[in-house]
């Protein structure tokens, strides 16, 4: 018999995709005594959560971002071994000769926010802001590993009418534009509502608003940390607490169907090795689901993004004599993000040009 043929075809579970939400539903099901089998298309397991060295003396990861939203509850109960490191400023803005900086206290720093009252509203608004939205962290992140709630009891878990109505009932452009005078402030908090999502501020679906609450709830504190090593040292541990557990995986094996009769179901490989299991969870988005169940093409999430790493031999000068380089580069660099520009970039993409 040939070593492919007397490979085990029958599990518990089949994971299809080998990105990290897929490597720790393997290390629990396994624990739990289970046989899982974790299918990857690609050539090596992480999905978006890995690190390379393309060329010598560089490790450059892929860097999907979500270490900070990995709840430390679950890191804990999965023994996962990961140096996480605090941003010492969490972002900086320039703005000509000058900017506005956070530290990691959530202080503003910079002229660009006006002079005596001016200045003294806008830190009062973002810091009303910042605590607002630390309630909400606390209140709804631990929800997010609970079973699902509903939308009247999530409201009760919130707590606060005020954050409510504004996260979650009216786009989040009422809130940028009541809260802050400055269309600088306004286009920074508003990055975090549109970084990974195609809508503008003022979307009616509030596609904006749900992108939003996902970057500003993590760990109840909506703060960011960054994983020593890169993304690739949290997909390292967790296939090896995965395999630890008696997970088995393959790569190189794209599913191209999923048929099911209620009870069991049936993997189809994209060369055609067929697997037998009990259940079948898909780390995968929902369009690529919709075509392995033989359901039509799926509605494609709409959009662009452009990564583009950069070795450099040191930081960049900053015009702003306020703010050392090693400041202005250690958190989140916002350029040419004013509330207006991110509004008319939208429209623009919308309309089909570059923006």
């Known amino acids: 018999m040939s070593k492919q043929a007397s490979r085990q075809t029958d599990f518990d579970a089949v994971i299809v995709g080998g990105g990290h939400n897929g490597l720790v539903a393997a ?27 393309p060329f010598p003396g560089a490790r450059l990861s892929r860097y999907a971002y979500l270490v900070s939203l990995f709840p430390e509850p679950l890191a804990r109960s999965l023994g996962l071994r990961l140096q996480l ?9 320039p703005d000509a000769d000058s900017g506005v900086l956070a530290d990691a206290e959530g202080r503003l720093h910079g002229t660009p ?77 508003c990055t975090d ?20 609450l996902y970057h500003v709830i993590g760990n109840g504190t909506g703060r960011w940390h960054l994983p020593v090593g890169g993304m690739g040292a ?9 395999r630890a557990a008696g997970a088995q995986f393959r790569t190189r094996s794209e599913v191209a169907a999923v048929a099911t009769d209620g009870t069991n179901a049936e993997v189809t490989c994209a060369d055609g090795e067929r697997v037998q299991a009990a259940h ?20 494609q999430p709409e959009g662009s993004q452009l990564k583009i790493n950069m070795l450099l031999a040191r930081l960049p000068r900053l015009k702003d004599r306020q ?15 004013g509330y207006e520009q991110l509004q008319r970039a939208y429209r623009e993409a919308a309309d089909g040009t570059i923006p």
Request: some cysteine; glycine content about 6%; aromatic content about 6%.
């Open 280 to 299: 079948v969870l898909v780390n995968a988005a929902p369009a690529a689901l919709s075509g392995m169940l033989g359901r039509g093409s799926a509605e």
């Open 85 to 93: 490191r605090a941003r010492d400023v969490l972002w900086y803005a």
């Open 113 to 189: 926010l006006g002079h005596g009252s001016a200045s003294a509203r806008a830190q009062a608004a973002w810091r009303q802001l910042n605590a607002r939205l630390t309630n909400v962290a606390q209140r709804v992140f631990p929800t997010l590993t609970e079973p699902l709630r509903t939308r009247q009891e999530m409201r009760a878990q919130v707590a606060d009418e005020i954050a409510w109505t504004a996260l979650c009932e009216e786009p989040l452009s009422a809130l940028l534009e009541r809260a802050f005078e400055s269309d600088l402030l306004r286009g920074v908090v």
């Open 323 to 337: 703010v050392r380089p090693d400041q202005g580069f250690a958190g989140t660099l916002h350029v040419n993000e």
């Open 27 to 53: 290390t629990i099901l396994a624990r739990a005594g289970r046989s899982v089998l974790v299918l990857e298309r690609r050539d090596e397991l992480g999905g978006a959560a890995t690190s390379a060295s």
């Open 193 to 212: 509502a549109t970084i990974g999502t195609f809508a503008p501020a003022d979307d009616p679906l509030l596609r904006q608003n749900r992108c939003f």
């Open 234 to 242: 949290l997909t390292d541990e967790l296939a090896s607490l995965a």
